[in-house]
């Protein structure tokens, strides 16, 4: 079984600032991590996935997440906000083999303030 | 390229009532999932089907709830006798294969139970 923390439910930041939004797991097998990013009253968007290979992954516009497996991590990143980046992120992960049920953590709600 | 579909957007119904949520996934893709999410919490697993075939409901409430897939038409969500506390967002999401790392989400039908 998996499960998936987000250690802040709320961040609030500051246009342009820089903003790091926290996701451990656990799991007994071997996974893929994700982080989706949900506008309101919208569904949500794949933001950037970990898959193998460089523990280093980036999106489109501007966010980042680093696999550190030793810690069970998986934080998103980025260097400089804006009012568009508010948003709910949600951290999830699923496993490599068989059906990919994905578990998600319980979300981190994003504002950025002007 | 049409994503995924899912109607209706808002539902509302009264204790007692009948629920049916529609999902069409994108062209192509033969494997559903669907997911709810309760006020304030991330989304939850509830039930994984291909086309005919319930494959993993491991997620799904024992009682009022059922789910299906036919060979033609769009994955049904079904909810009977609901409750207030049946009132959530409810997403499904598509991939093509089994062993595809992404899955792609609609926009949720969100039901509200008076």
């Known amino acids: 079984a998996q499960s998936v923390t987000q250690l802040d439910s709320q961040v609030p930041v500051f246009e342009e600032a820089p903003v790091e939004l926290r996701c451990n797991y656990s799991?007994?097998?071997?996974?893929?991590l994700f982080w989706y990013v949900q506008y309101p009253n919208q569904g949500l968007q794949l933001l950037l996935k970990?898959?193998?290979?460089?523990?280093l992954v980036k999106s489109i516009n501007g966010f980042e997440a680093e696999f550190n497996k030793s810690q069970t991590s998986f934080h998103l990143r980025k260097p400089s906000v804006h009012i568009s980046d508010t948003a709910e992120y949600f951290c999830?992960?699923?496993?490599?083999?068989?059906?990919?049920?994905?578990?998600f953590g319980q979300g981190t709600r994003l504002t950025i303030n002007p | 390229n049409a994503g995924v579909m899912q109607n209706p957007r808002h539902l509302v119904r009264r204790r007692g009532q009948e629920a049916r949520l529609r999902c069409s996934p994108m062209?192509?893709?033969?494997?559903v999932y669907w997911y709810r999410q309760l006020p304030e919490e991330g989304l939850k697993f509830m039930v994984y089907?291909?086309?005919?075939?319930?494959?993993?409901e491991s997620g799904m409430p024992k009682e009022r709830f059922s789910a299906e897939f036919p060979k033609e038409g769009p994955s049904i969500l079904r909810i009977q006798q609901v409750v207030r506390g049946d009132s959530a967002a409810y997403f499904c999401?598509?991939?093509?294969?089994?062993?595809?790392?992404?899955?792609?989400f609609g926009p949720g039908t969100r039901l509200t139970v008076l």
């Open positions: 999401a598509s991939s093509p294969s089994l062993n595809t790392d992404t899955q792609y």
């Open positions: 799991s007994s097998v071997s996974v893929y």
């Open positions: 970990y898959l193998s290979g460089s523990t």
């Open positions: 999830a992960v699923s496993p490599i083999q068989g059906a990919q049920k994905l578990v």
């Open positions: 062209k192509g893709h033969s494997h």
């Open positions: 089907l291909q086309k005919e075939n319930i494959i993993d």
